[in-house]
């Protein structure tokens, strides 16, 4: 069982930064791929990035390419997701999930927990 607690989010201008944090109870986080969802309103929820359990594999939706940047530290058992750059287009609910496919995954049913979700707000 994996517990996951977002953090970060919050209102930012356009052109502005945030950085989320994403919490993971447990002692085998360092064996789970971790990912970052977005649910705009109105909107499905879409992927944005994924990270393999080793941090060595990364992966990116292409409106976030050169912008965002997703890390972790396993021995903090956290994953991270920096956003530079930001528009009015990434305001959404930001959801962090693991998967038990080490190797990473962008579609959503590969993924077995999901955090409850961080607001993020982009004002033009």
């Known amino acids: 069982q994996v517990q996951l607690v977002e953090s970060g989010g919050g209102l930012v201008q356009a052109g502005g930064s945030l950085r989320l944090s994403c919490a993971a109870s447990?002692?085998?986080?360092?064996?789970?791929?971790m990912g970052w969802f977005r649910q705009a309103p109105g909107k499905e929820r879409e992927f944005v990035t994924a990270i393999s359990s080793t941090g060595s594999s990364t992966y990116y939706t292409d409106s976030v390419k050169g912008r965002f940047t997703i890390s972790r530290d396993n021995a903090k058992n956290t994953v991270y997701l920096q956003m530079n750059s930001l528009k009015p287009e990434d305001t959404a609910v930001y959801y962090c999930a693991a998967a038990s496919n080490p190797r990473g995954a962008t579609m959503e049913y590969e993924y077995d927990y999901w955090g409850q979700g961080t607001q993020v707000t982009v004002s033009s």
């Open positions: 447990g002692r085998t986080f360092s064996s789970y791929a």
